[in-house]
């Protein structure tokens, strides 16, 4: 298994309770990515990493998001308070590639049901 | 802002048939273009990335065409199989969005035997 793998792939909260997602990137790939795939739609750029440093938050839709990569390697999305409209698919992505971002190898994804 | 359509939204075709997928996005000032198939409960499989000084690529039976100027890109699928039974993504990679990829809504595409 040397692809990018998340966990828990399933996660029901109810709506309030605070989640995290993991994401366990390729080893050695230095950029990370989080998107947010609603039903019937196509991914959303969430935030983006290069090692432990985060270069761009700007999908973030609130400040309940918050988003952690803090050794480089594996990362963590944390979703305050939630509400129904996060309910959704949460892909992560990978990349060996600092200056293009390319190519993005991506996890299966976590799929969160807020009730 | 960038913004990215696919048409058609769902397809369904019999088995053999050629078809295409169509793709447009607003903003011509992009690096590059890229195909995913997206499997139920899955996450995204890349199948062709066009750079934007390339007009296309190919990969068996897939051609993937880019008109960077008038902001289109197509996805050619010959001689269908269910096997090709998914979502179809497309996403662009621009200058002013940085190395996030933005995406189109997807056409999901069944092929039937």
């Known amino acids: 298994g040397a692809g990018v793998s998340q966990s828990p792939r399933y996660k029901v909260a109810k709506r309030g309770q605070d989640v995290a997602l993991r994401c366990d990137p390729i080893s050695g790939h230095v950029s990370l990515f989080w998107y947010q795939q609603a039903l019937g739609q196509g991914p959303e750029f969430l935030t983006y990493f290069q090692n432990e440093a985060q270069l761009d938050k700007s999908g973030l839709p609130s400040d309940r998001f918050f988003a952690e990569r803090p050794e480089g390697s594996v990362s963590t999305l944390k979703i305050q308070r939630t509400q129904q409209e996060d309910s959704a698919v949460y892909l992560c992505?990978?990349?060996?590639?600092?200056?293009?971002?390319?190519?993005?190898?991506f996890g299966d994804g976590t799929r969160l049901s807020i009730l | 802002k960038q913004e990215v359509t696919q048409i058609p939204a769902a397809l369904s075709v019999p088995e053999g048939e050629n078809l295409v997928l169509n793709c447009s996005f607003t903003?011509?000032?992009?690096?590059?273009l890229q195909w995913f198939r997206q499997d139920p409960g899955k996450g995204l499989t890349s199948l062709l990335l066009i750079q934007s000084s390339q007009r296309e690529q190919t990969s068996g039976r897939l051609n993937a065409s880019l008109d960077k100027s008038s902001g289109r890109s197509t996805l050619y699928i010959a001689a269908s199989q269910p096997g090709d039974s998914a979502t179809y993504l497309c996403a662009v990679r621009g200058g002013r969005y940085g190395n996030k990829l933005v995406f189109g809504a997807g056409t999901i595409l069944r092929v039937k035997s």
């Open positions: 992505a990978s990349s060996p590639d600092r200056v293009t971002g390319q190519p993005q190898h």
């Open positions: 903003d011509s000032a992009i690096y590059n």
